[in-house]
């Protein structure tokens, strides 16, 4: 299959992945309803969506979406079902009801939720909309796994090419505490991607 980007860095993938374990591994996932932003290569959806009752992945690039569908179409994964939102976290509301999802994955995709060729300055705020989105469609109890590139390693707000937006892990923690997300997984030593998990208030 043709794909216009570059597939994902395997170390990166780790990140993520470490990060699903820590939490309790794929099983978490297991006849729940999950929301995945941001899917890339479809790497995830492929693993993970046979066990979720409901596995959700939203996407805006057309490029991804035809990805998706060449690859995935729109059908049951074994077992689970599968589903293609097309729709810009930069956008909210994400049409889906409040307390919809058991888990909400964002493995590196807020991140990148800015458009600086648009005009929009590259700042913390940069992503915080799609947060609160998932703060809104998770469950009471639901998780939220999210990995990030960490600006204690960069020591800058962005890359060069202004498509990254690095974050104190402390400042999200914070943020997403104010969403009523508590966190169970915190960011560990200081590394180039770190990644923290979230339970929603009941």
Not at 105 to 116: A, E, L, M, S
Not at 171 to 179: A, E, I, M
Request: charged share 25%; hydrophobic share 45%.
């Amino acid at each position: 299959l043709k794909y216009k980007r570059k597939p994902p860095c395997l170390a990166d993938k780790m990140v993520d992945w470490r990060l699903l374990e820590s939490v309790g591994g794929q099983a978490i996932l297991d006849g729940k309803h999950v929301v995945e932003f941001g899917p890339a290569f479809a790497i995830d959806a492929l693993l993970f969506a046979g066990s979720a009752e409901l596995y959700i992945v939203i996407e805006s690039d057309p490029s991804v979406v035809q990805h998706l569908h060449d690859l995935l179409g729109n059908e049951s994964q074994s077992g689970g079902v599968y589903s293609l939102l097309e729709w810009d976290l930069r956008e909210p509301p994400i049409p889906l009801e409040d307390s919809f999802a058991d888990v909400v994955i964002d493995f590196g995709t807020i991140d990148n939720v800015t458009d600086p060729a648009a005009g929009v300055a590259v700042s913390a705020e940069c992503g915080l909309g799609a947060y609160r989105e998932a703060a809104r469609i998770l469950k009471p109890g639901g998780l939220l796994l999210t990995t990030f590139a960490d600006l204690r390693h960069f020591k800058i707000m962005a890359s060069v090419c202004g498509d990254e937006i690095r974050r104190l892990p402390a400042d999200l923690s914070t943020v997403l505490c104010g969403l009523g997300l508590d966190p169970l997984v915190g960011a560990g030593p200081i590394v180039p991607r770190v990644g923290m998990a979230f339970r929603k208030r009941p």
